[in-house]
């Protein structure tokens, strides 16, 4: 008797151990279901998140196709300047080998397309790199974006500081020539900061990871200076 009495508990151990496992593994399945789910449910949603964020940017007038960029000349040549207004180095740039960029514009030797970026708002605090890119989209619509890109690097605050203010960059639109009323409504509506995320975005993804940079019928220029730069436009020419 008690020998079939061990034997009716032993099954009932196996029996408890084999449904505990069903319920084991169901629950796995059940949870694997869900994580899948809740991927699936994101990716998509990056995915039109992407997609919608790309598809609403507004281009100031004089970008190029992809609205990447100002374009100014129309040579044979490309050069494309990847620039960031409160980058020092830039700065440099501009003072050394902007107006060489401008005597080949001039000269019908080369475009030029301005990429101005906002890779350095960690050292603002109040998203210069941003704003001020924003601005110049703002100066481009006005026809004086050159003009108002030296001015800004002219007047570049201090990493780490607060930059110019708004009303600072409307005064120094104004300055070059902008109109008050619709520049400053431009820069205090933020209308270009949409073009900014584009352009900083699509540079990222060129893989620029740092400015100055400047690509020369789209290889990188190594010798940025005015011989360098007018060597190389000369010799893409050819």
């Keep these: ?47 039109v998140w992407s997609s919608q964020r790309s598809d609403t940017f507004t281009t100031p007038p004089g970008a190029n196709e992809a609205g990447t960029g100002i374009v100014t000349g129309g040579g044979p040549v490309t050069v494309d300047v990847y620039e960031d207004f409160l980058c020092p180095v830039c700065k440099q740039f501009e003072q050394s080998s902007g107006a060489t960029l401008e005597q080949l514009v001039a000269g019908n030797k080369a475009k030029v397309v301005y990429h101005p970026v906002a890779y350095l708002n960690r050292f603002s605090t109040t998203e210069y790199s941003t704003r001020s890119s924003a601005a110049s989209g703002c100066a481009a619509a006005g026809g004086k974006f050159r003009e108002y890109a030296k001015a800004l690097f002219a007047k570049q605050p201090p990493e780490g500081s607060a930059g110019l203010s708004d009303d600072e960059l409307i005064d120094t639109g104004v300055g070059v020539g902008l109109d008050r009323g619709s520049f400053g409504g431009c820069v205090s509506d933020g209308t270009y900061k949409t073009w900014t995320e584009h352009v900083t975005e699509e540079a990222s993804r060129s893989d620029v990871t740092g400015t100055p940079t400047v690509l020369v019928n789209g290889q990188p220029l190594a010798d940025r200076s005015p011989q360098g730069l007018t060597a190389a436009v000369a010799a893409a020419g050819r």
């Design 1 to 47: 008797m008690s020998s079939r009495k061990g034997q009716r508990d032993a099954a009932r151990v196996v029996r408890e151990q084999l449904a505990r496992e069903r319920r084991r593994r169901r629950t796995l399945w059940v949870s694997a279901a869900a994580v899948a789910v809740l991927v699936i449910a994101g990716l998509i949603g990056w995915s």
